[in-house]
């Protein structure tokens, strides 16, 4: 947890104020009682009304520093913890922003998501009370009961023995509740989990008639959550009326001896007040420690997640700052590449050789599952290879520094993915300064101007979340007019023509070879997609089976004869 603490390096001032003002407002406290003895023995007993004055305003001075030391430190711990909290998040998403997609997997987008909000949410509320209370809570404990031996010793021997008894009860509070916090944050990842497959998936859900059912899943989960929750409330609420019984059976034992020792003269009964004072401050401390280390505890088991991220370095190096581009090396050069996901897995790709030239397209095709997105993902260095080596421009990727890699590559996805805001800013995103004529050319190559103006905001039209408010066509050809507009080395097109009908696939085609100048990389299961590239590679289960131009392939392949042969006859039956 102390780990974690460097990012509050800014704030140290306020982490290093805020205690010492909570620590004056402490001290005040535990003299307050002792002018309310002096007020009640030498000025209410003795009719002095003059004492009875002064105390009183020096009480009243007291608890308004009390008061102003308390508001110092709340403003020096919201600022530190804030701003900590800040720090810690900028700096979270920077390091995971590093990761290879092998890290996001390993780890997963929800419980990313978690670790991003909740567990840092836990270490703020730890910091804040770490200025608030960590000095202030203990110094009034101890400072009680020295106090009470100040005032009598034999009465403070009954703070001696509440003490030990009441830190029974925490300590056994303690050991049955902390274990149930570390599990209600893991049933919180799982939640959060369901909850985001339930909003992604929500159109699929309906599609099968399942929402009684996940609906249903959901109030389980939450249900298991609930109980979690009541469970460990149940045993924290013991601390509550156990705290009060022990601070009664001590009020009653001091008014009890107290009282024969104010009948003998050995004490006064302004002492005993203040005794009784010295015994509430003791024990409602004693309950802000023991909440203390529940909230300790669980920010604990928050930052060992936290530096679980943090210690989880990034499988890709940086590479080189900058590479000279060589205009006589081919555009992409695969040698005898081998890939696997992770060490214990198989291979999803092996033994794979082929080029691309500069200006040339180069279609990709197989069944499912054969690894034609896997292939493309090793280019702009998605992942690693495991043997072998891809060279883009001559150069093997691994030496290229990422940014400038990928600033030379533009990937459309399977997934149409659109960002919320305009077109004109979803555009943006490939070129940052695009201007409106290069936003129109863009989506004009990409098939989609027509449809764009056809809204009465044009490129000022907003985009909901994942452009539900578009259709699966437009938001395919909206993202392919995302990446034309950066004008690419490479333009990588990983079936991204799948929700169009054949006419689209043919115009967009033929405007991308007629406009632009660069390589391009087509992977479609639909052979019309590219059986005008110079090269079709036919991939099956990780392996390069055939490669070559359509013509080719339909002479000497027989798995792409079955391939068209069977398409051809869909396209008839359909």
């Excluded at 897995?345 to 691309?356: C, E, M, R, V, W």
Aim: aromatic share 8%; hydrophobic share 45%; glycine share 6%.
């Amino acid at each position: 947890m102390f780990q974690l603490l460097r990012y509050a390096k800014d704030y140290r001032k306020q982490i290093i104020l805020g205690p010492f003002f909570k620590f004056l407002e402490a001290v005040f406290e535990l003299i307050l009682p002792l002018f309310m003895a002096r007020l009640v023995d030498e000025g209410i007993a003795k009719h002095n009304q003059g004492k009875v004055i002064e105390m009183s305003l020096a009480m009243l001075g007291l608890s308004i520093v009390g008061l102003l030391c308390a508001l110092i430190c709340q403003y020096y711990a919201s600022i530190a913890s804030q701003g900590f909290g800040t720090v810690l998040r900028n700096r979270l998403m920077a390091h995971i922003n590093r990761f290879s997609h092998q890290e996001l997997n390993r780890f997963g987008t929800d419980t990313l998501i978690t670790r991003m909000t909740n567990d840092i949410n836990q270490m703020q509320g730890a910091l804040a009370m770490l200025i608030r209370l960590v000095v202030r809570a203990p110094f009034l404990s101890i400072g009680s009961v020295i106090m009470a031996f100040y005032i009598d010793w034999q009465m403070g021997l009954i703070f001696l023995i509440l003490l030990p008894l009441f830190c029974i009860i925490l300590f056994l509070i303690i050991h049955f509740s902390v274990p149930l916090y570390k599990t209600i944050q893991h049933q919180l990842d799982q939640l959060n989990q369901l909850v985001t497959q339930n909003l992604s998936g929500v159109r699929v859900i309906r599609a099968f008639a399942r929402t009684k059912t996940e609906t249903a899943h959901f109030n389980e989960q939450t249900e298991d959550l609930s109980k979690l929750n009541q469970k460990v409330a149940n045993i924290s609420a013991l601390l509550s009326p156990s705290t009060t019984l022990i601070m009664n059976v001590g009020i009653v034992a001091l008014l009890y001896f107290g009282g024969f020792k104010v009948n003998v003269g050995g004490l006064e009964q302004g002492q005993v007040l203040a005794l009784i004072n010295y015994m509430n401050q003791m024990l409602l401390a004693l309950i802000v420690v023991s909440n203390l280390v529940v909230l300790f505890t669980r920010a604990a088991a928050s930052a060992n997640r936290i530096n679980e991220v943090f210690a989880t370095e990034p499988t890709l190096n940086a590479g080189k700052q900058s590479v000279k581009l060589d205009q006589q090396e081919p555009l992409v050069d695969f040698k005898k590449v081998d890939f696997r996901y992770t060490e214990k897995s198989g291979l999803a790709l092996q033994n794979i050789s082929f080029s691309l030239a500069d200006n040339q397209v180069l279609g990709i095709t197989g069944a499912t599952g054969s690894g034609k997105s896997t292939l493309i993902q090793l280019i702009p260095r998605f992942y690693d290879v495991t043997t072998g080596t891809v060279d883009f421009f001559g150069v093997d990727v691994r030496e290229w520094s990422l940014e400038q890699l990928r600033s030379e590559i533009a990937l459309v996805p399977q997934t149409a993915v659109l960002f919320s805001g305009t077109i004109r800013e979803n555009l943006q995103w490939g070129k940052a300064d695009a201007t409106d004529d290069e936003c129109w050319q863009a989506l004009a190559t990409a098939q989609a101007s027509e449809f764009v103006q056809s809204l009465s905001k044009g490129l000022d039209t907003p985009i909901l979340e994942n452009g539900k408010n578009f259709s699966g066509g437009q938001r395919q050809r909206l993202t392919i007019a995302r990446a034309l507009i950066r004008k690419p080395k490479l333009l990588i097109l990983d079936d991204s023509l799948s929700a169009l009908d054949y006419q689209t696939d043919l115009e967009l085609r033929q405007a991308m070879k007629r406009e632009l100048n660069c390589g391009i990389i087509i992977i479609s299961q639909r052979l019309r997609s590219i059986q005008d590239a110079e090269t079709i590679l036919l991939m099956d289960n990780g392996r390069l089976v055939a490669k070559g131009s359509h013509e080719t392939l339909l002479k000497d392949s027989q798995l792409y004869q079955e391939l068209v042969a069977s398409q051809e006859e869909g396209a008839v039956h359909a």
